[in-house]
C-alpha cells in the first residue's frame, strides 16, 4: 500500500497501480473509499466491495473540520493513523491518501457548494454549515483523485442521497456506490464515535437499532403512515434523547407521511455527549416491501481491539 499526502500523488500513485496490475479490462479502474479513519468494519465493507469491483482501491483518510458544526466534537473525533494504515493496508487499499488540512483547503479558496433541498431536512436543521462542508470535501475527493466509482454508507442515509444528487447534478462522471449498514452483534450501528460511549451509555443507545427493528416489523406487518413507525421507533425508550425520526424519500430526502415509495426512515439521538445516527432502508420496488436492516457482525467488532 502507498501512503501519500498530496493529490497529485494519489493520482499518480493510483494511475502507476493501475498499469502494473495489467490495466485494460474490468468495469471500472480506480475505486475511491472517502472516511474520517478510525476505521471500523463498515468502512472495511465499502473497500472490499471496492475491492471487487476496481482495478484500484483509494482510500482516503481526512477528518474534514467543516463539516462539524460543534468544535469539541471535532476534538474529540477518535484519530489513529497506525491502527487505520495497518487496517487499510490488511483490507487491500492500493493508495491510502492522507493529506494535510493545507492541501485540502488554500486560505485565499472562495468556491462553495451549496447542496440546495436535499440538506434542509432531519441533519440539515440541526448541524448548520454541516452538508456544505461534507459537499465541499467530497467534491474535492471526486474532482482530484481520478475515480469511477466512489463507495459509501447508507449508514449515512441522508449524505448518501445528498452525495447522488450533487455527483448527478454537476455531471461528476463517477458512480456512487451505495453499500449496507454493518452493525455490531447486538445491533448497534458502527460508528468511530461508539467508542466514545460508556457501557451505560452503549447499552442505552441500543435503543435506536431496537426502536427501528420494531418499526421494520410494523412496516412488513403492513404499517404504512410514517407517524406510526416513528412512533414504534421512540417507543423503544427514553433512555436516548431523540432528536428527531423521520421517514424520508431515497431520492431527495424529503419528508414522507406515507410509505409509498424507496425511502428510509432516520433517526438521530445523543446519549451522554454522543450524538447517534442510524435507519433503515424501504425499497418498493414491483410492489413489495423489502427492509434492509443491513448486516450484523456474528463477533465483537474491531473497534475495541
Ligand atoms: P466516516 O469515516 O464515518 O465519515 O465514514 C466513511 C464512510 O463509511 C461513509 O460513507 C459512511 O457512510 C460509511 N460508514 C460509516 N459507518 C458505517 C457502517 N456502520 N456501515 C456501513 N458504512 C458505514
Known amino acids: 500500500m502507498r501512503v501519500v499526502s498530496t493529490f497529485s500523488e494519489a493520482r499518480s500513485a493510483a494511475t502507476e497501480v493501475y498499469h502494473r496490475s495489467g490495466g485494460e479490462e474490468g468495469p471500472a479502474a480506480i475505486g475511491l473509499v472517502p472516511t474520517m479513519g478510525f476505521l471500523h468494519e463498515g468502512h472495511l465493507s465499502l473497500i472490499s466491495q471496492a475491492r471487487r469491483e476496481c482495478r484500484v482501491v483509494t482510500m482516503s483518510l481526512y477528518v474534514n473540520p467543516r463539516q462539524f458544526n460543534v468544535s469539541s466534537d471535532f476534538d474529540r473525533y477518535p484519530r489513529s493513523f497506525e491502527r487505520d494504515s495497518q487496517l487499510a493496508a490488511q483490507a487491500g487499499v492500493d493508495v491510502l491518501f492522507a493529506p494535510s488540512t493545507s ?37 474535492k475527493l471526486l474532482a482530484g483523485l481520478g475515480a469511477q466509482k466512489a ?6 442515509a441522508q449524505q ?13 462522471p463517477i458512480e456512487i456506490v451505495g453499500c449496507p449498514t454493518i452493525r455490531e452483534s447486538d445491533g448497534l450501528a458502527l460508528s468511530s464515535r461508539n467508542v466514545l460511549m460508556s457501557a451505560q451509555e452503549r447499552e442505552a443507545a441500543l435503543e435506536i437499532s431496537r426502536g427501528l427493528w420494531a418499526a421494520a416489523l410494523a ?29 424520508a424519500d431515497q431520492d431527495d430526502a424529503s419528508l414522507l407521511d406515507t410509505l409509498d415509495r424507496p425511502s428510509f ?30 448486516i450484523v457482525l456474528e463477533s465483537p467488532s474491531l473497534l475495541y481491539r
Open 219 to 247: 412496516a412488513e406487518g403492513g404499517e404504512r403512515s410514517a407517524e406510526g413507525l416513528c412512533r414504534e421507533v421512540t417507543a423503544s425508550g427514553d433512555r436516548v434523547a431523540w432528536e428527531y425520526v423521520e421517514l
Open 103 to 139: 492541501e485540502m483547503y488554500e486560505p485565499s479558496e472562495s468556491t462553495s457548494i451549496q447542496p440546495g433541498r436535499v440538506a434542509r431536512t432531519m441533519e440539515g436543521p440541526g448541524r448548520p454549515g454541516h452538508f456544505e462542508g461534507v459537499a465541499l470535501v467530497v467534491t
Open 160 to 172: 448518501l442521497t445528498m452525495i447522488r444528487r450533487m455527483a448527478r447534478d454537476l455531471r461528476f
Open 265 to 294: 426512515l432516520a433517526a438521530a439521538a445523543s446519549v451522554g455527549k454522543v450524538r447517534l445516527i442510524d435507519n433503515l432502508f424501504f425499497d418498493t420496488r414491483g410492489g413489495h416491501l423489502a427492509v434492509d436492516r443491513g
Open 151 to 156: 463507495y459509501f454508507g447508507r449508514k449515512d
